[in-house]
Every structure is written in C-alpha cells, then in structure tokens.
C-alpha cells in the first residue's frame, strides 16, 4: 500500500512558478511509475505529467509541454512537479498518483492517490 502526500500548492500571479513536491507516507515508491493529473470542478481528472521508475524518459500532456517538468529524487523519495509561467487556466486541484503500469497517462492505470493540493493563478 502507498499513501502519498501532496504539499507545495497555494495562490500565485499570473506568470509565477510553483513547485509541487509528492512523496509517499510510510513506504517508498522507488518502483512505481509517479504520474500528476488535476482537476477542476465539473470536469475530469486530467492527465499532466509522469515519470518512470528511473527518472528517465518523463512524459506531458500537450497542453502543459514547456512550462512543467517533472522530476524525482529516489535518495529523497520525493517527486516534484515545477510550473513555470503560470496562468488562470492551470488552476486546479493538483494529485500526486503512482502506478506499476509504466508509460500509462490513463487514470484507472494509477492505483494510489494522494489527497491533492490546490493551485490557483490570480489573472
């Protein structure tokens, strides 16, 4: 079982960076494929990011190509998202997810959640 934990989120201005950090409660996740989606009122959970195992290869969504990278320290256990050049639309409630289904970007492929933590960009 891996419980993670969101942290990092807040209120922010338009074209300033945040950075999410993820990491999981009382396990590690050095095996898992660590994916961000985030999701707004009314809509659904929307893939943003992931990142396998070793920390290579990480994969986007379109529409955040750019201004997110993700990464991870395993020595920390720790996955982190940065987003540069914020903007309203990327407000959301951000979740940390983790998957054995490496490459996935899909939501039923990631088994554990964390709670979330919310992002919002003021115009």
């Excluded at 969504?61 to 990464?71: E, H, Q």
Aim: glycine content about 10%.
């Amino acid at each position: 079982q891996v419980q993670l934990v969101e942290s990092g989120g807040g209120t922010v201005q338009h074209g300033d960076s945040l950075r999410l950090s993820c990491t999981p409660s009382g396990s590690t996740f050095s095996r898992y494929t660590v994916g961000w989606f985030r999701q707004t009122p009314g809509k659904d959970r929307e893939f943003v990011a992931a990142i396998r195992p070793t920390g290579d290869t990480p994969y986007y969504a379109d529409s955040v190509w750019g201004r997110f990278t993700i990464s991870r320290d395993n020595a920390k256990n720790t996955v982190y998202l940065q987003i540069n050049s914020l903007k309203p639309e990327d407000t959301a409630i951000y979740y940390c997810a983790a998957t054995q289904m490496h490459g996935s970007r899909r939501f039923s492929a990631f088994g554990y959640w964390g709670q979330g933590t919310q992002v919002t960009v003021s115009p």
